[in-house]
């Protein structure tokens, strides 16, 4: 398979829990899939009723895996339309069009101990990294913050696997985040995923207990960042004028008016659709420009970013 | 310190300690310290004495405010003492060390073994310029060298000491000065003294 994008025929689709659909991936011409290492993800394209979808997600499949990909994907009740598409409307034997992988999100392979912490559906990077963790042998553990129905949901992927601890939101079961953080060798490094209120807690106590930026590594949630009041925005390259609806972002906006936009990570992660921002003041919700980057003000990441006020000018 | 336009060169600061640290370990090799300069440290880390474990090498330490002090004979000692310590040091923690190049790099590339990461180590060049020469030809490595060319304790060769140095092996790059014309040795100065 070679080209800009891939087409996946979906061969298996199954409810694995109340909101959680398993979808397995596998190539529409029946030949093999690009290898993807642990944390990789994928991009898939998704036609809904009014427009065309475009989320990313994690693969939960072995690292490495070239005869399917798997996706595990939560229902989210404001849903853009990407994971009410894949609960309501996708079939098996549809034909997807997807990216390349990509990861944003690789383990750091010289670290003495690995250390993950998970928020619910945030498990899903961690599925890929415990299976390549089991296999090179180093030194690892994975603490799930969730529901306490949804314990066994995971068991396929973790079955057998050492190192995993479970906490939800009762007396006697909740994780200690900074006993946790305090407690940890020289040559850890931290990876977390999950809800943006969880990561916040956990950065600030990894911040706290004096861990070096260089060591602690966070995967957001891109999905429900990009939404907010409707805003217009020139298009001065191209000549287009876009209006950007409340429930979708400036990066849809501008794929909806038939403008190449180069983008990797839809979560405002990855850098890549970085844009010379012209006229207009942003509200930048990425994690990839510095503060000084944000009050300069030249640049805007049209994925989960948005006009603070009017009407935003981008050299696109 | 020497200053160069090789990029590899390490650049030095003066130590400060990082008050988001956990506990803080000072190393010092006892030759550079410059009369004061214990005073001075002490007072610099006075802010995590209560945190503050400080080791000597080869000298003696005739006052407090280091924090818990502890006197080891030489670097090997020194280095011995971390590999040891493998597992008592947590990734919130913070490395200072004071000394030459070899000293310094000989704590900062065991330190490395048990997990420091960069950002957790500080290294604050005294003392002596001499350097640790590592031979492109037979990697052996030749010590304390003060010279602008010297013989390579592996294979004899003579070596013209460069800039260029390496995190890893915590040395300078020695290569063959007399490879083109066999015999012809520029003058030696005494340059890293």
């Known amino acids: 398979m070679t080209g800009e994008t891939l087409k996946l025929k979906v061969a298996a689709l199954a409810d694995i829990a109340p909101g959680l659909r398993h979808v397995r991936l596998v190539a529409a011409d029946g030949g093999k899939l690009p290898p993807a290492a642990a ?110 129905s949804e314990q066994q949901v995971f068991d396929p992927w973790l079955a057998g696997r050492p190192g995993v601890s479970w ?72 000549g287009v004028e876009v209006e950007v609806g409340e429930d979708e972002s400036l990066l849809d906006a501008i794929e909806r008016a038939g403008v190449n936009a180069p983008c990797l990570c839809r979560g405002g992660a990855c850098g890549v659709c970085a844009t010379p921002l012209l006229e207009g003041e942003a509200e930048h919700r990425d994690h990839f420009l510095s503060a000084e980057e944000r009050a300069a003000g030249l640049l805007i990441m049209p994925c989960v970013s948005r006009a603070r006020a009017g009407r935003l000018v981008l050299d696109l | 310190m020497m200053h160069s336009d090789i990029k590899s060169r390490p650049v030095y600061q003066p130590l400060v300690p990082d008050l988001a640290g956990g506990r803080h370990l000072l190393v010092v090799e006892g030759e550079t310290l410059a009369a004061g300069r214990l005073e001075e440290l002490a007072g610099v880390f006075a802010p995590v004495q209560a945190r503050l474990h400080t080791w000597l090498a080869g000298a003696a330490a005739p006052l407090g405010g280091l924090g818990k002090l502890w006197q080891l004979e030489s670097a090997a000692d020194v280095v011995d003492a971390l590999a040891c310590a493998s597992r008592g040091y947590g990734v919130g923690d913070r490395l200072y060390v004071q000394g030459t190049e070899p000293f310094l790099w000989s704590v900062a590339t065991a330190a490395a073994v048990i997990g420091f990461g960069e950002k957790q180590v500080q290294l604050y060049h005294a003392g002596s310029l001499r350097r640790r020469v590592w031979c492109t030809h037979c990697h052996g490595m030749t010590e304390g060298v003060t010279t602008s060319i010297v013989a390579c304790g592996g294979c004899g060769r003579h070596l013209l000491v460069r800039d260029h140095f390496s995190r890893r092996l915590g040395a300078f790059m020695g290569v063959m000065v007399d490879a083109e014309a066999p015999g012809e040795i520029p003058a030696i100065e005494e340059v890293f003294a």
Not at chain 1, 79 to 84: L, W
Not at chain 1, 223 to 232: I, K, N, P, T, V
Request: proline share 5%; glycine share 10%.
């Open chain 1, 167 to 238: 906490y939800w939101d009762a007396d006697g079961h909740r994780l200690d985040i900074p006993a946790l953080l305090a407690a940890q060798p020289a040559g850890t490094h931290l990876y977390l995923c999950g809800p943006a209120a969880m990561n916040e807690e956990v950065l600030a106590a990894a911040a706290a207990a004096g861990w070096p930026d260089t060591h602690v590594h966070c995967e957001h949630f891109g999905s429900a960042l990009s939404g907010g009041e409707a805003f217009r925005a020139f298009l001065a390259r191209s």
């Open chain 1, 39 to 148: 944390g990789a993800h994928v991009q898939l394209a998704l036609a809904g009723a009014a427009r065309t979808y475009r989320n990313a997600y994690s693969l939960v499949s072995r690292p490495g895996a070239r005869d399917a990909w798997e996706i595990i994907v939560r229902r989210v009740p404001t849903s853009r339309g990407g994971s009410a598409y894949i609960h309501e409307c996708l079939q098996v034997g549809e034909v997807l069009e997807a990216g390349w992988p990509g990861n944003l999100f690789a383990p750091v392979r010289t670290a003495r101990r690995q250390l993950m912490i998970a928020g619910g559906i945030g498990i899903t990077p961690f599925l890929s990294y415990l299976a390549e963790f089991a296999f090179s042998g180093v030194e690892h553990a994975l603490h799930v913050c969730c529901r306490e």
